[in-house]
């Protein structure tokens, strides 16, 4: 199966952990990636899960995310999925 890369989810939510505080997760579309792996999210949510009893959030619209404070990026796996069934049957009609 066709792997998928970073280009192939634009517009798809990710959820991002980063270095300064990795119990915090960036939840937000992703808008654009430039040459160098920086990541550029709009309608981004800030989810802290420090404390189980009442998590935190809050919302911080559009962010650039420097490639060097990513720690992981994850997205839901059925959308992940659909996308690479999709990749892979549009690639299957190309001639």
Same mark, same amino acid.
């Given at each position: +199966?066709? &792997? /998928?890369s970073?280009? *192939?989810?634009v =517009?798809n939510?990710l959820?991002v952990?980063?270095t300064?505080? &990795?119990? @915090?997760?960036?939840?937000g579309? #992703? &808008?654009? @990636?430039?040459? !160098? =792996?920086?990541? /550029?999210?709009n309608?981004?949510? &800030?989810q802290s899960n420090?404390?189980?009893?009442s %998590?935190? !959030?809050?919302m911080?619209? /559009?962010v $650039?995310i %420097?490639? *060097?404070?990513?720690v $992981?990026?994850? +997205?839901?796996? *059925?959308?992940?999925?659909?996308? !690479?069934? #999709?990749? !892979? *049957?549009? #690639?299957s009609?190309?001639i």
């Amino acid at each position: +199966m066709e &792997e /998928l890369s970073l280009e *192939d989810i634009v =517009g798809n939510t990710l959820y991002v952990t980063v270095t300064y505080d &990795e119990d @915090i997760v960036l939840v937000g579309k #992703l &808008e654009a @990636i430039d040459a !160098q =792996g920086n990541l /550029l999210i709009n309608f981004v949510k &800030e989810q802290s899960n420090k404390n189980q009893k009442s %998590p935190h !959030q809050r919302m911080l619209g /559009l962010v $650039s995310i %420097p490639r *060097d404070t990513i720690v $992981s990026i994850r +997205m839901e796996k *059925d959308v992940l999925a659909k996308k !690479q069934v #999709l990749k !892979q *049957d549009l #690639l299957s009609k190309v001639i």
